[in-house]
C-alpha cells in the first residue's frame, strides 16, 4: 500500500498570479519564435573567400601566439605567468574561430552534395527517349538523291 501511495501524482498547482503558464504562449513567445540562430542561413549570406582569408590570418595569428607563449615559457620569470594566460585566452577565440569555419565549411560541403545529388536525381527521372518522339525515321532530302545518281555515272 505505501508503494502505491508514493506512486501517486501531485496535482497540477494553476498559477494565476499574472506569470505565463508553462504549457501556454503569449504573444511575445510567438513572435520570437521566428528570430533563432541558424549557421545553415548564415552560410548563405557569407563570402567564402573572405571565411579562407579569415582562416589563414587565424592560422598566422594561431602560430605566432603560440611561438610567443613558447617564447616567454622559456624566459621564465613571476610576470610571465600572466601574459601567458593572456596569451592562452587570445588562442582560445582563435580556437573558436576556426572550429566556427570548419562548420560553416562542413555546412557548403553538405549543401553541395545535397544539390548535386537532387541534379542527378531530375537527370535520372527524365527517360532518355521520350515517348513524345514516336519511332524515329530517316529519309534522305532529294538533293541527295540527285548528287548521288550524278556520282553514279561518272564511275
Given at each position: 500500500m505505501s508503494s502505491e501511495s508514493s506512486k501517486k501524482r501531485k496535482p497540477k498547482v494553476i498559477r494565476s498570479d499574472g506569470?505565463?503558464?508553462e504549457g501556454k504562449r503569449n504573444r511575445s513567445d510567438t513572435e520570437q519564435e521566428g528570430k533563432y540562430y541558424s549557421e545553415e542561413a548564415e552560410v548563405d549570406?557569407?563570402?567564402p573567400g573572405r571565411d579562407?582569408?579569415?582562416y589563414k590570418y587565424?592560422?598566422?595569428e594561431l602560430q605566432r601566439l603560440m611561438a610567443e607563449i613558447?617564447?616567454?615559457?622559456s624566459r621564465g620569470g613571476k610576470d610571465v605567468a600572466i601574459e601567458i594566460?593572456?596569451?592562452r585566452i587570445q588562442s582560445c577565440v582563435h580556437f573558436m574561430t576556426l572550429k566556427k569555419?570548419?562548420?560553416?565549411?562542413?555546412?557548403r560541403l553538405k549543401k553541395g552534395r545535397d544539390q548535386t545529388h537532387e541534379a542527378k536525381q531530375n537527370l535520372l527521372a527524365r527517360p532518355l527517349f521520350p515517348a513524345v518522339c514516336g519511332p524515329v525515321s530517316w529519309s534522305p532530302p532529294?538533293?541527295?538523291?540527285n548528287f548521288l545518281g550524278s556520282l553514279h555515272i561518272l564511275f
Open positions: 506569470a505565463p503558464a549570406l557569407r563570402d579562407y582569408e579569415l587565424t592560422c598566422q613558447q617564447d616567454l615559457k594566460e593572456d596569451r569555419l570548419n562548420r560553416l565549411a562542413h555546412i532529294e538533293s541527295h538523291f
